[in-house]
């Protein structure tokens, strides 16, 4: 994975594994990881991008990844196993829904 640092302007390495949240809170939102796109490869102009899913079949959600045209059943991201089929890659975006509001204690009526 890579981020940004504003000090120097510039992209940096990060030097350990990022183990993306599929629950994410911001500002009272409620927020669902739905995608997460990966980059293989040596440099942003060059290399192949391939993306994991968040789906629903049947009323299940489940993980697939997409590479091109084809699709194969993944892992969520929480699963310990990670995203075994990118291990080569680089995470570079990562997609969430918002799912609902989320109301402190204080907030909620007879609380």
């Known amino acids: ?4 640092d504003a000090a120097s302007g510039r ?3 990060v030097p350990h594994a990022v183990v993306p949240s599929e629950d994410l809170v911001l500002c009272g939102q409620q927020y669902a990881l739905v995608s997460c796109v990966f980059h293989h490869g040596e440099g942003f102009r060059t290399g192949h991008y391939n ?3 968040r789906t629903s079949h049947g009323g299940r ?7 091109d045209g084809e699709v ?6 929480s ?3 990670g995203w075994k089929t990118a291990a080569d890659s680089s995470v ?5 829904a918002r799912v ?9 009526r007879g609380a």
């Open 11 to 13: 992209v940096m390495k």
């Open 61 to 67: 959600a489940r993980w697939e990844m997409r590479d």
């Open 1 to 4: 994975a890579q981020e940004y």
């Open 79 to 81: 699963d310990a196993r």
């Open 100 to 108: 609902a509001a989320v109301l402190e204690p204080a907030r909620v």
């Open 92 to 96: 570079h975006i990562l997609m969430y």
């Open 72 to 77: 194969w059943p993944s892992v969520p991201p």
């Open 51 to 53: 993306a994991c899913c």
